[in-house]
């Protein structure tokens, strides 16, 4: 049972907060699983009195199946709002007034730039401190800052406040159910992990596709882009998830050290290579979206081919690819395994495609094992068929847990498993940064794509280059 908590989100009207932090208290106060004994100070810049601010975070809970006015109510006691500016020492002493005496959780959820001014305040008016009696915590958004240098930075101002056990990282990809399936499955099946290297796989892919575009998150966005907002933290686990070796234990020390390794041995692309190996697009109208720039030059789309040197994925390369104002919403992995034509059957010929394993993150969670099987009929004839299983057939009665949701329940209950270690990030910011430097020296030309495509034809040029194709 989660223990009694305070919890400051600071950037409380933001985006994050209605969308993704309000709605999982909520939910996990309708599931009786928050303590009788808690509360959640919202800290924002915004003048607004208390009743807008339930207004302002309960638009987007209101829409929900699961919405109940009498338990909002409920809810709502548990809530309070203090305005002030970031920058204003005092307004951090209200904070105090409204803490409980037990554990206190500060969400950093407002745009970074903010970060250190928070940190600062939160030193200065002694809300870091440990209270005598429970535990403090620190919670702390993407995009942990914008390249390495500033990563490391914000990394040991962090340290000289909080230990590292006090410290959580968030990656809500890392929270989604079939992320973390995919250690269940690799590793609690017998046949998978046997074939989990370049013995038998040809290469992998990953997409994060999403039809939205920038819509009200502009002035975040803008001069973020896709390599920052998604690439060096969802993908990157992702990537990790994947060529990671088998932790030593189902425990966090054993998660994130298996994780950590993986991303330390991803190869950086030098900034010479970045052209060829990295894809830059912005979808067509951008520029002229709210609160962006009219010459911007931030990309919303990326895809790049990448090898993680490690002997099981040696010479497997690795083609990623995110994007927004793209065709579909989705986010998958697929293993293609090398495809050989048995002796038996190079008359009658095999088909293209041989054996994929698909991991469909989201939306219509679960996996698909692409196969060979013989036709009916008198002739033998081969064709690639699917095995697939959802989580929505198999798992009727179980819902799959938002992300969110899981993440912060772990981290009241102070398992950091789903959380990232600092050394996690060094390398990835070390992977992302070179080709950053890439493209400030004019590697990759922003290419525009059209909005509901599947981004540049260059993205698609990549991988045809190496005789492969998106799946
Ligand atoms: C966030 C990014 O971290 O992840 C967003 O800032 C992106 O731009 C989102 O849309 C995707 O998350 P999900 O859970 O909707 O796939």
Not at 398 to 411: G, H, I
Request: a positive charge.
């Amino acid at each position: 049972m989660i223990p009694p908590f305070s919890l400051v989100i600071f950037g409380a009207t933001g985006d994050l907060t209605q969308k993704k932090l309000i709605p999982s208290l909520f939910k996990l106060f309708l599931d009786k699983k928050l303590p009788s004994e808690f509360v959640i100070i919202g800290f924002s810049r915004r003048p607004i009195a208390k009743e807008e601010f339930y207004i302002l975070i309960q638009s987007v809970i209101k829409r929900k199946k699961s919405y109940n006015e009498v338990i909002w109510r409920e809810f709502t006691k548990h809530v309070v709002y203090i305005q002030g500016e970031f920058e204003n020492r005092e307004a951090y002493g209200k904070i105090k007034e409204y803490l409980n005496k037990a554990n206190t959780m500060l969400y950093l959820a407002t745009p970074p730039k903010y970060y250190e001014t928070i940190l600062d305040n939160i030193a200065a008016s002694g809300l870091a401190q440990k209270t005598q009696k429970g535990w403090t915590r620190i919670l702390i958004e993407k995009p942990f800052g914008k390249d390495l240098q500033t990563a490391v930075m914000l990394d040991s101002k962090l340290d000289t406040l909080f230990k590292e056990e006090q410290i959580y990282r968030i990656d809500h990809y890392l929270g989604k159910e079939t992320v973390q399936n995919i250690i269940a499955f690799r590793f609690a099946n017998g046949i998978f992990d046997p074939v989990w290297n370049n013995n038998y796989l040809d290469h992998v892919q990953i997409t994060l596709s999403e039809k939205e575009g920038v819509e009200n998150r502009g002035a975040f966005y803008d001069g973020v882009g896709a390599l920052r907002d998604v690439t060096q933290n969802h993908l990157m686990q992702l990537v990790a998830m994947i060529a990671m070796e088998s932790p030593r234990s189902f425990s966090s020390q054993g998660v994130r050290e298996a994780r950590s390794k993986a991303i330390s041995v991803v190869r950086c692309i030098s900034e010479d290579e970045v052209s060829n190996n990295v894809v830059r697009g912005q979808y067509e109208g951008y520029k002229t979206e709210k609160n962006v720039s009219a010459n911007s030059q931030t990309e919303t789309f990326v895809a790049l081919k990448l090898f993680v040197d490690t002997e099981r994925f040696k010479r497997v390369p690795f083609y990623i690819r995110s994007g927004k104002g793209m065709k579909e919403d989705v986010v998958e992995i697929s293993l293609v395994f090398k495809q050989v034509c048995h002796i038996l059957f190079k008359e009658v010929g095999c088909p293209e495609e041989g054996n994929i394993l698909t991991m469909r993150i989201q939306p219509n969670e679960g996996i698909r094992l692409i196969f060979i099987a013989k036709e009916p009929g008198h002739e033998m004839k081969l064709s690639a068929i699917n095995m697939a299983f959802t989580y929505e057939s198999e798992f009727k009665s179980k819902e799959v847990v938002d992300a969110y949701e899981r993440v912060l329940e772990d981290a009241f209950m102070g398992d950091q498993m789903l959380f990232n270690r600092s050394d996690e990030l060094v390398s990835s910011w070390r992977f992302i940064t070179e080709i950053l430097k890439g493209w400030e020296k004019g590697q990759s030309k922003l290419l525009i794509y059209p909005k509901g495509s599947a981004g540049p034809k260059e993205a698609d040029d990549l991988i045809k280059r190496d005789r492969r194709k998106w799946v």
